[in-house]
C-alpha cells in the first residue's frame, strides 16, 4: 500500500493556523483509575466535585452508557461540571461519541470552545485506523483556533474491532496528540465473533486441562478427574496494545470489567494488564477505583528491591549477586520503571509517599 509522504515537520506543525503546537513528548501523568460517570444524571455529577483528588481521571462519558434522548442533556451536564470544578491534580477527560453517530460534531463543537481549556483527554471510541484520528486531530485545532487554547487537547483511542487491532501501530502513530488506548472487551468481543456475553475478565471456557494420567500396564485414564486453569482471553489482545503504545511513547490502559460485585476477579485482571505494561483501567463504580489505586501503583516490595538493586549496580555496568540472584545492566533498567513510576505516584498520593518514603535499604 501506498504510504502519503509527510515530513516530520509537518508532522509536528499545527493543524490550523493559531492552534497550539503539537507536544514533543506526552507528560507521564498518573492515571491509574479513569472513572467514568454520567454527566446527565444529577446524583452523579453532584459526586464529581468531591472525587475530585481521590482519582487521577474523573472521565464525563457521553457514549454508550448514555440514552439517545439523553445525549444532548449529557452533553449540557459536561459543559456545567468543567466549568464550575477546580479539578486540581485531577486529570478530567471525556469519551465522546463514535465518529459515525449523529452527535459527534456537536460533541466537539460545544465542548471545546466552552471547556477545552479544561479538557486533558477526549477519549475517541470505535477507532478503526488513523484516518479516524486524522479527523478528529483536523477538527480539533480548528476549534482549539477558534477558541484561543493555548494546550493541545489530546486523544485516546478505544480499541473495540478486528480492523482496529489490526491497525493498532498506525493508530498509535496518527498524531502527536495521541495519549493512549484503551482496550474495549465487549465491543471487540462481537466484532470479533467471540463466544462470550462478559464485560471484560476471564471466561471458564476458555481453558487448559492437565493431562491423563497413566494407567499402569499402558494407556492413559482419559476419565480422571484433571486439574484445568482458566486462561485470559485478552493476553494477545493488550501484549499487542502494549508494544505499540511503547514503541510510540504513549500509554496502554485495561478497559471496563463489568462485574462490579467480583472484585477478586477485577483485582486479578487488573494485575494482570498492570504486569504486562498497563498504566491504569477504567473504573465503572467506586469501589474499582481502590482495587486500580492499589493494583497500578507498585508494592513498597518491589520499590524497595529496585532502589537495592540500583544502588548495587553503582554505574550501572557490570553485574552483582544480591539475594543469591545476578542483576546487571537489565535489572537496573527494568528497576528504574518500578522507581520512576513510584516517583510519579507519590507526588499526588499521600499515602503512597509516606510508605515509599519509609523503606530503608538493609
Known amino acids: 500500500m501506498f504510504a502519503p509522504m509527510r515530513t516530520a515537520k509537518d508532522f509536528f506543525a499545527p493543524l490550523a493556523v493559531g492552534a497550539p503546537a503539537p507536544l514533543r513528548e506526552i507528560p507521564a501523568r498518573p ?8 454527566p446527565g444524571n444529577p446524583k452523579m455529577a453532584a459526586k464529581v466535585p468531591d472525587m475530585v483528588g481521590k482519582v487521577d481521571v474523573l472521565l464525563g462519558n457521553l457514549e454508550d452508557a448514555v440514552k439517545a434522548e439523553n445525549k444532548e442533556i449529557a452533553r449540557e451536564g459536561l459543559v456545567k461540571i468543567g466549568q464550575e470544578t477546580n479539578f486540581g491534580p485531577t486529570q478530567f477527560w471525556t469519551r465522546i461519541n463514535s465518529l459515525d453517530s449523529p452527535w459527534i460534531l456537536d460533541d466537539l463543537t460545544t465542548l471545546v470552545p466552552a471547556i477545552g481549556d479544561k479538557l486533558d483527554v477526549i477519549m475517541v471510541p470505535k477507532v478503526q485506523g488513523a484516518e479516524d484520528i486524522h479527523y478528529v486531530d483536523r477538527i480539533l485545532a480548528q476549534l482549539e483556533a477558534k477558541a484561543g487554547i493555548t494546550k493541545p487537547i489530546l486523544i485516546h483511542a478505544i480499541l473495540e474491532t478486528a480492523r482496529g487491532v489490526a491497525n493498532v501501530e498506525e493508530i498509535c502513530a496518527a498524531s502527536p496528540r495521541m495519549q493512549g488506548l484503551s482496550l474495549g472487551p465487549a465491543d471487540l468481543a462481537a466484532d470479533r465473533r467471540m463466544k462470550t456475553t462478559r464485560v471484560g475478565g ?8 492437565q493431562d491423563p494420567p497413566a494407567i499402569d500396564g499402558g494407556g ?24 505499540a503504545c511503547a514503541m510510540h511513547g504513549i500509554y ?19 494485575r494482570n494488564a498492570f504486569l504486562l505494561g498497563c498504566v491504569g483501567a477504567w473504573s465503572l463504580h467506586p469501589v ?10 507498585p508494592s513498597v516490595e518491589d520499590v524497595k528491591h529496585a532502589r537495592r538493586v540500583i544502588a548495587a549496580m553503582g554505574d ?3 553485574a552483582v549477586m544480591l539475594d543469591g540472584k ?17 516517583e510519579e505516584l507519590a507526588a499526588i498520593d499521600p499515602d503512597l509517599k509516606a510508605k515509599y518514603d519509609a523503606i530503608t535499604l538493609d
Open 31 to 38: 492515571s491509574r483509575a479513569i472513572h467514568f460517570f454520567d
Open 220 to 243: 492413559w485414564a482419559y476419565d480422571a478427574e484433571r486439574t484445568h486453569y482458566q486462561q485470559d482471553l485478552w493476553h494477545y489482545t493488550i501484549a499487542r496494545m502494549v508494544d
Open 202 to 209: 476471564g471466561h471458564p471456557g476458555y481453558l487448559v486441562r
Open 326 to 342: 545476578m542483576e546487571d545492566d537489565a535489572s537496573v533498567k527494568q528497576c528504574k520503571v518500578m522507581v520512576s513510576l513510584a
Open 252 to 270: 496502554p490502559y485495561y478497559g471496563p470489567f463489568g462485574d462490579i460485585k467480583d472484585t477478586v476477579a477485577c483485582e486479578d485482571q487488573f
Open 316 to 318: 550501572g555496568t557490570g
Open 288 to 297: 474499582q477505583i481502590g482495587i486500580a489505586n492499589q493494583v497500578f501503583s
